[in-house]
Structures are given as structure tokens and as C-alpha cells.
């Protein structure tokens, strides 16, 4: 049995109910080849954090109130 936890609260997610949330910082190169794509996205498949419901709606709140 596989159980996943968030990666913000540390509860665990129930099936199903899963978020995935990447945040980075601005690039000032573009990504001009095939290859330097498929770079950057094995490191955003690196950096990815699985969140909870709850955690995402705590975050969707705070954008909103920015």
C-alpha cells in the first residue's frame, strides 16, 4: 500500500485528491531547443510537491487576497 503524504502539512492525501504544485523563478534564457526542454522538465519533475486539498486552498486564498 502506497500512501502519499503532503509535502506542506505532512497529512496524508487521499486517493484521488492529489495536487501538484511547482513553483520557479524567472528564467531569462529561453528554451530554444528540444533538448534544453526536456531538460528544465526533469527538473521541475524534480522539484514538483504533491499537496493536499487543503494546503491548495490555503494558497489559492492568498493569491486572492494579494
Not at 28 to 55: F, G, H, R
Request: glycine share 2%; charged share 30%.
Amino acid at each position: 500500500m502506497d500512501v502519499q503524504y503532503c509535502d506542506i502539512c505532512l497529512n496524508p492525501i487521499k486517493e484521488g485528491t492529489l495536487y501538484q504544485l511547482y513553483l520557479s523563478k524567472p528564467r531569462p534564457d529561453a528554451l530554444n531547443s528540444a533538448e534544453e526542454y526536456n531538460k528544465y522538465l526533469l527538473e521541475v519533475k524534480k522539484e514538483v510537491k504533491d499537496i493536499c486539498p487543503t494546503c491548495k486552498h490555503i494558497i489559492d486564498r492568498i493569491f486572492e487576497l494579494r
